[in-house]
């Protein structure tokens, strides 16, 4: 059985009626990806950041601490009463003699805040008193005291009176008698302008730096407030 021809042409005339889906002239872009080095340069850039800020956070306070004592002056004047040592001058590399008549380094003090007085063995009475204070704002200073050691510099090879050593000297009382040459210990301790080193108190800090020097006859409150200042800011010593 033949089939018409007509019948076929309609089929072709249904057929070429059907819309055909349109294509694009050009294929769609594809999408871009960052480089893996420049995101892993990204990540070390901010994890730094964060360090940085994570240190100026821990820091700040004491920071903050030791420009409030050192820069900034309240009005009235200055923060602190005795007077700082502009420049710091390093512990001498020197050899003392100690309680026990052995010669240590000088420097084997280094690590605690010192109260430093200067005489011949023979102490008078302000000599006396400069022992009594330094004895006393070191016991003033609750638990702190023991980042504290007073030092008496004794200049010359004289006997020492056994009623200072029963009052002031440790394991009695925290005060350290060493013996030191009186050239040595001048060069060190600078005296205020017509005084001497011996009119005085100083204090060293825990690194070996003459950084302060009283008064003649200071106000043991006003010293042991500077020290407390020092202590609350530090974390040396």
């Given at each position: 059985m033949r089939v018409r021809p007509r019948a076929r042409a309609d089929s072709d005339k249904r057929n070429t009626d059907v819309p055909m889906p349109q294509q694009d002239s050009a294929p769609a872009p594809a999408a871009t990806a960052s480089p893996p080095d420049s995101r892993i340069d990204a990540r070390t850039r901010r994890g730094r950041l964060q360090m940085l800020l994570l240190l100026l956070v821990c820091a700040s306070p004491v920071i903050a601490s030791y420009l409030t004592f050192y820069v900034f002056k309240p009005v009235g004047g200055a923060t602190n009463y005795g007077a700082l040592i502009d420049p710091q001058r390093p512990m001498p590399p020197?050899?003392?003699?100690?309680?026990?008549?052995e010669a240590v380094p000088l420097e084997s003090l280094r690590g605690k805040w010192l109260l430093v007085t200067t005489d011949?063995?023979?102490?008078?009475?302000?000599?006396?008193?400069?022992?009594?204070?330094?004895?006393?704002i070191r016991a003033g200073?609750?638990?702190?005291?023991?980042?504290?050691?007073?030092?008496?510099?004794?200049?010359?090879?004289?006997?020492?009176d056994e009623r200072l050593t029963a009052a002031y000297n440790e394991p009695y009382a925290g005060v350290r008698f060493l013996r030191i040459d009186r050239r040595i210990a001048q060069q060190w301790l600078p005296a205020e302008k017509g005084g001497r080193a011996e009119d005085t108190i100083f204090m060293v800090d825990p690194l070996?730096?003459?950084?302060m020097r009283f008064p003649k006859d200071p106000d043991p409150k006003k010293m042991s407030g500077d020290l407390k200042k020092l202590l609350k800011v530090s974390r040396i010593g």
């Open positions: 020197v050899r003392v003699t100690n309680e026990r008549g011949p063995a023979a102490c008078d009475e302000a000599c006396a008193k400069k022992l009594f204070t330094i004895r006393q200073q609750g638990q702190d005291r023991e980042r504290i050691v007073p030092v008496w510099l004794i200049t010359d090879d004289g006997a020492i070996g730096n003459l950084m």
